[in-house]
Structure formats: C-alpha cells, structure tokens
C-alpha cells in the first residue's frame, strides 16, 4: 500500500514538473510587420551587435515611456542613438539622444520587447537585455 501511494505522488510530481517546463510558447517566428522600416545596430547587454530593418518596439516605430507622472512617446524618426540603463523595479532608464542634438531621458518598462530583421532571420530582446540601439 506505502509502495502504491508513493508511486501514485511520484508520478503526479512528474506530471506537474513536466507540464510547468513549456516556457511562453516557443518564442516567435518572425518580427511583427511595421508601416516604415527603421535600419539599427542593437547592441545587448553582452556586448553583441545584431545589425537589422524593420526595427519595432512592441510591434510599433516608437518607444512609450515614463518620465516622473507623464507618459511620453518618442517616434524612431527624431531618434539618433538610444542609451539603456539597469534595472530598477521592473523599468529600465533610457536616454535618447535626439537627430536635433538634444537629448530626452524617460523610464521604459523593462520587459517590454524589440523586434526586427536581421539577415540571418528575425530577432527579439527584451528592454532590459539591451545597452544601446543605433539608428541608422
């Protein structure tokens, strides 16, 4: 009897810990489609350049952001280079310096993602994996 109800919570813990190893689906196939193509270098966190079109963030050709109470919109068009902070409570600091020379700093949610197109096929980071992105 000990044998079988040993057995039986066995084989539910391996049930359990099997079905919880499936991840957010599988990732993704392709980046989403943009209304205009934005040619970057993304560097990551490690030091790694992709260099790509049809550049998005959340599938969109701006960055959304905080800076203090209001939200702020950045279209990729005034954007020259892009600085990424560290983490700090699920944001990440960014600072845009911008095509007219100035410069904007807001907060961006860091779990937020970048998609594009690179010649090997499509790639995604999240905000927090990334240092730089430079628009070309």
């Known amino acids: ?33 943009v209304e205009k193509s934005f040619s970057v270098t993304v560097t990551d966190a490690s030091g790694n350049k992709i260099s790509g079109e049809k550049f998005s963030w959340e599938g969109r050709i701006h960055f959304a952001g905080y800076l203090g109470m209001a939200s702020v919109t950045i279209p990729f068009d005034k954007i020259k280079d892009l600085s990424i902070g560290e983490k ?31 010649p090997f096929g499509s790639f995604m980071l999240m905000m927090e994996e990334i240092k730089g992105i430079a628009f070309k």
């Open 1 to 33: 009897m000990r044998s079988k109800i040993f057995s039986l919570v066995l084989i539910l813990f391996a049930f359990l810990f099997l079905t919880a190893m499936g991840g957010k689906g599988g990732g993704f196939e392709r980046a989403p489609r």
């Open 88 to 118: 700090k409570e699920k944001k990440v600091k960014v600072t845009a310096h911008l095509r007219d020379g100035s410069e904007a700093a807001f907060e961006i949610d860091a779990d937020s993602r970048c998609y594009g197109e690179a």
